[in-house]
């Protein structure tokens, strides 16, 4: 099953979504979602130019969340995509920005 997560304006079909409640630095809930996707070779260029932002508004509408976020993990599978036909498994934790 896929969850939908916007990231500004780029549409992620989100593998093994969850969501949680943290506390921020002085005691704030804070929204935190974790997520796994796929990346082909095809798509990298504008993932990459996309994390690297840095800053983001999320939209999770199924799960009614909608905030400012930056990343606070990721990792991949692989690190360079530009070879043709690849696919690389991509893990991604948001947290929302105070």
Not at 44 to 68: S, T
Request: net charge negative.
């Amino acid at each position: 099953m896929t969850t939908k997560v916007w990231i500004n304006d780029t549409e992620i079909e989100a593998l093994n979504f969850q969501k949680e409640q943290v506390s921020g630095s002085s005691g704030q809930p804070l929204q935190k979602i974790k997520f796994d996707f796929k990346v082909t070779s095809e798509e990298y260029h504008d993932i990459a130019v996309l994390l690297y932002g840095m800053d983001f508004r999320i939209k999770v509408p199924e799960e009614e969340l909608d905030f400012e976020a930056s990343i606070s993990n990721y990792s991949t599978s692989i690190t360079n995509l530009y070879k043709e036909g690849q696919t690389a498994d991509y893990y991604l934790e948001l947290i929302e920005k105070t």
